[in-house]
T-cell receptor, first 114, second 113 residues
Framework: EAQVTQNPRYLITVTGKKLTVTCSQNMNHEYMSWYRQDPGLGLRQIYY???????DKGDVPEGYKVSRKEKRNFPLILESPSPNQTSLYFC?????????????FGPGTRLTVL | EDKVVQSPLSLVVHEGDTVTLNCSYEVTNFRSLLWYKQEKKAPTFLFML????IEKKSGRLSSILDKKELSSILNITATQTGDSAIYLCVITNMDTGRRALTFGSGTRLQVQP
């Protein structure tokens, strides 16, 4: 089954404790991205990746890192989480940046930073 | 900077009602307008609109784009409780990468039995 998976689905952590949210897709997609969703602000892009070893900042990259060592995985790293990073996070992938109607979203990760 | 404004922010209707959701946008180099439905999980794709005046239809849902007015509407007829969700409007432009997609903040629809 074609899908994007994220782990964990829910995470409560404390300020400053490094964490990683994993994202994996099994569709051989080139384009992957991370979004955060906050009430009243919609989805905002954090980072995106056009292909292996090619990543770039989105609209709200501060406080986040990503890596794309393999095509299928695109982990989101918070080196020192802060409460303002409490949010709902989505990973998405598509065949190419222009395949918008074929963009697949992961199930979401709800992160709470205390 | 590209911008998407959706209205209303939230509405509550009864089963059987018809609703119209609005999306207006500003974009530097328009490619398409997308509608997504988001329940308690990830957004799922509904429609992609690229041409003005051509209605896209899927069951009780339909949508149309007006490039002159820089807007789109999403209609849902004979609403059901399963239509309760956040509906997201997304603009894409000709750029690639981070500036290619701009999301609206969504309209939260609640359909009561």
């Amino acid at each position: 089954e074609a899908q994007v998976t994220q782990n964990p689905r829910y995470l409560i952590t404390v300020t400053g404790k490094k964490l990683t949210v994993t994202c994996s897709q099994n569709m051989n997609h080139e384009y992957m991205s991370w979004y955060r969703q906050d009430p009243g602000l919609g989805l905002r892009q954090i980072y995106y990746s056009m292909n292996v070893e090619v990543t770039d900042k989105g609209d709200v990259p501060e406080g986040y890192k990503v890596s794309r060592k393999e095509k299928r995985n695109f982990p989101l790293i918070l080196e020192s989480p802060s409460p303002n990073q409490t949010s709902l996070y989505f990973c998405a992938s598509s065949l190419s940046p222009v395949s918008y109607n074929e963009q697949f979203f992961g199930p979401g990760t709800r992160l709470t930073v205390l | 900077e590209d911008k998407v404004v959706q209205s209303p922010l939230s509405l509550v209707v009864h089963e059987g009602d018809t609703v119209t959701l609005n999306c207006s946008y500003e974009v530097t180099n328009f490619r398409s307008l997308l509608w997504y439905k988001q329940e308690k999980k990830a957004p799922t794709f509904l429609f992609m609109l690229t041409s003005s005046g051509i209605e896209k239809k899927s069951g009780r849902l339909s949508s149309i784009l007006d490039k002159k007015e820089l807007s789109s509407i999403l209609n849902i007829t004979a609403t059901q409780t399963g239509d309760s969700a956040i509906y997201l409007c997304v603009i894409t432009n000709m750029d690639t990468g981070r500036r290619a997609l701009t999301f609206g903040s969504g309209t939260r629809l609640q359909v009561q039995p």
